[in-house]
């Protein structure tokens, strides 16, 4: 069956260390995937998109990685702050160019002061 | 920047109502979506739109849902006849083409009593 798994719930990190976040999918061949950031009681946030020829894409303190051969994206936060706490989600899109997004469940990331 | 707007931000209803959710999505975008979230969970795909046809539904989309652009501007989400289990967040998002970002709107709380 189709899965997207996201590595934890929760991550607890420590203000400036490096947040890791995982992203795993299965019986997906996604052209494309998407990292967002939602905060509680809002709409999810575009932060970077990855296509399936790149390894990976970086923007300020962001990077993200996608090795469509594990079938995984790894999403890094460096120097951690506390304003980076909320739930990250990953997104595919079906190949379908655009027509359905499939969101994974998200992690909740607390970086603590 | 332009953004996604979504009216109203909350809605409470009798179970058995209709009810209607209103979105404005970004005006050169040409995709537009419906996406669900029950309080605590992750963010589910309802259905996609584009050239004022439905492209993909998903299995939440059923009989009960309909989606209508009436005017050249708002995009709408008609739930028929609400059940206790429509609660939950509905985000309207838009996206210009093949390969660039969603933009979610804020988001409808909808309670069904």
């Known amino acids: 069956s189709q899965k997207i798994e996201q590595n934890s719930e929760a991550l607890n990190i420590q203000e400036g260390k490096t947040a890791t976040l995982t992203c795993n999918y299965t019986n997906y061949s996604p052209a494309y995937l998407q990292w967002y950031r939602q905060d509680p009681g809002r709409g999810p946030v575009f932060l970077l998109l990855i296509r399936e020829n790149e390894k990976e894409k970086r923007k300020e303190r962001l990077k993200v990685t996608f090795d469509t051969t594990l079938k995984q994206s790894l999403f890094h936060i460096t120097a951690s702050q506390p304003a980076d706490s909320a739930t990250y989600l990953c997104a595919l899109d079906l190949g379908n160019y655009g027509q359905n997004f499939v969101f994974g469940p998200g992690t909740r990331l607390s970086v603590l002061p | 920047e332009p953004e996604v707007t979504q009216t109203p931000s909350h809605q409470v209803t009798q179970m058995g109502q209709e009810v209607i959710l209103r979105c404005v999505p970004i005006?050169?975008?040409?995709?537009f979506y419906w996406y669900r979230q029950i309080l605590g969970q992750k963010v589910e795909f309802l259905v996609s739109f584009y050239n004022n046809e439905i492209s993909e539904k998903s299995e939440i989309f059923d009989d009960q849902f309909s989606v209508e652009r009436p005017d050249g501007s708002n995009f709408t989400l008609k739930i028929r006849s609400t059940k206790l289990e429509d609660s939950a967040m509905y985000f309207c998002?838009?996206?210009?083409?093949?390969?660039?970002?969603?933009?979610f709107g804020p988001g409808t709380r909808l309670l069904v009593l």
């Open positions: 998002a838009s996206f210009r083409g093949a390969q660039e970002t969603q933009y």
């Open positions: 005006s050169n975008h040409l995709y």
